[in-house]
C-alpha cells in the first residue's frame, strides 16, 4: 500500500519572503543609508577596513557560512554584525551563481 501527502506550502513561501525582505531592510536602517545610496555598490564599500579581508575571502570562496564581522555606519561608527552567506542556483542559466548576504546586528 502506497501513502501521499501534499501540503500547500504557498503560505510558508510567503512568509519566507517577507522575512526576507525585512531583513534586506534591514541593512540600509542599520547603517543610516537609504536604499538607494547602497544600490549598485560593493558589499566592502561597507565594511570596517579592519574587516574587509575577511569579508572579501568569504565571498571569494563562495563559502555558506555565518561570521561575525563590523560595518561602518554613514555617521562613521562601526556597527557589529552577523552575515550569513549562501549561494543561490538557478536551474537553466548559464550564469555565475548568485551570493546572497544577510546582515543582522549583534545582541
Do not use: C
Not at 542599520?30 to 547602497?38: A, F, I, K, V
Not at 557589529?80 to 555565475?96: A, I, Q
Amino acid at each position: 500500500m502506497t501513502s501521499s501527502r501534499f501540503s500547500d506550502i504557498s503560505r510558508h513561501r510567503r512568509a519566507e519572503t517577507a522575512l526576507r525582505d525585512s531583513q534586506e531592510r534591514l541593512a540600509p536602517a542599520l547603517l543610516g543609508y537609504t536604499m538607494d545610496q547602497m544600490t549598485g555598490r560593493s558589499t566592502l564599500d561597507f565594511i570596517a577596513p579592519g574587516h574587509r579581508q575577511q569579508v572579501a575571502d568569504v565571498i571569494k570562496a563562495g563559502s555558506e557560512i555565518g561570521y561575525d564581522s563590523r560595518a561602518v555606519h554613514v555617521d562613521g561608527f562601526r556597527v557589529p554584525v552577523e552575515f550569513m552567506v549562501r549561494t543561490l542556483r538557478r536551474p537553466g542559466r548559464n550564469s555565475k551563481p548568485e551570493r546572497k548576504r544577510r546582515a543582522r546586528a549583534w545582541r
